[in-house]
């Protein structure tokens, strides 16, 4: 609980789903030191994978907060609609953003196609480090702007496989 309050700024809540001996989803709550270290803050058992279930453990997860001053800055996530809904509820005042790794996978698994391969083989049109600086730059911008700059990127990638595929 002090490691939480000291060190409050981010925190990455992500869940597995149905691998444990009880078939429940897992939500795992890890946090963020300044030296990039990652500690356990929690974790939690999901009835379901619904809105209410992830908003009363966020509000359990709120309360080792001791002042409202120290409530996190960053909370990053999955794409999982219903932890996000829940994240903005519980915790309207933080930055809620898009993982870096679960973007890059969701990429990868939509250029899996024998065109989607031919175009893009292994990103040799973009650089990586294009690709880094592009997602450096969404996952400094508020949620609703990132989805829309994905959105668009997404947009682009299909015009240039269609028209080079």
């Known amino acids: 609980m002090k490691l939480c309050n000291a ?18 989803p897992l939500l795992d709550f890890v946090g963020v030191i ?23 453990v966020l509000e359990r997860f709120r309360g ?8 996190p800055g960053v909370i990053v996530t999955d794409r999982d609609l219903a ?3 829940a994240v903005k509820t519980i915790f309207y ?4 953003l898009l993982c870096m790794f679960h973007i890059n996978k969701n990429v990868k698994a939509k ?6 391969q031919k175009m893009l083989g292994s990103m040799s049109w973009m650089p990586k480090e294009v690709w880094l600086i ?3 730059n969404i996952s400094s911008m508020n949620s609703l702007r990132s989805l829309k700059l994905l959105v668009h990127l997404g947009q682009c990638l299909l015009t240039m ?5």
Do not use: Q, W
């Open 111 to 116: 250029c899996k196609s024998p065109i989607g």
């Open 134 to 136: 592009v997602l450096r």
């Open 64 to 71: 080792i907060f001791l002042r409202r001053d120290v409530l």
């Open 34 to 56: 300044l030296t990039g270290m990652t500690f356990s803050a929690g974790f939690a058992y999901l009835e379901g994978e619904h809105v209410n279930n992830a908003i009363c």
């Open 83 to 85: 932890l996000m809904n």
């Open 161 to 165: 496989l269609t028209k080079y595929g």
């Open 7 to 24: 060190c409050n700024l981010v925190f990455l809540i992500d869940s597995t789903y149905k691998i444990n001996r009880y078939r429940l």
């Open 93 to 96: 005042e933080c930055t809620n």
